[in-house]
């Protein structure tokens, strides 16, 4: 948190130096030469010198401001993947859908991730797959929130 705080602090002061900085060379700056700046999309652009600082003073004030755009809450979602039998496995993929999040089981066949919260009713899918298995094994499920919007998908493999 520190960090991101002393970063918005530095852009910004930096951003607000090269803006007077601009002002200057729009003062007293009238006779130097033009400057090119390569921009994405748009080739080269021409222009005098305080254009380049002014456009690099901008983008410095945006930083913070992009940064600090609010996030949707994300929801924790954890649970077992277990195969017949109570044994468990690794490297079994879980996915949840319609958020397309996707991770693997521990060895002890557990999981967890974070996905972006739905609108309220919304369901979502947990989808199992385990590799290495001819012909491969899909199953589907459904998430199950609490109270809290924690989230938990425990499967059984096999058991359909």
Partial sequence: MLWG???AVISVATGLALLALTIVLLIWGRNQPPIALPLWKLGEVKGPAWFG????GVALLWVPMWR?????????ISGRITLP?????GYVVVSVVPSSHTTLTLADGTYSLRIPKGEEGMQYQ???YVPNTNPPEYYLG???FDADGRGTFDYTVGKR
């Fill in 5 to 7: 705080l002393s970063f």
């Fill in 126 to 128: 947990g989808l199992v």
């Fill in 53 to 56: 600082v002014l456009i690099l």
């Fill in 142 to 144: 459904v998430v199950r």
């Fill in 68 to 76: 600090s755009y609010e996030r949707p809450e994300r929801l924790p």
């Fill in 85 to 89: 039998a109570g044994r468990t496995r």
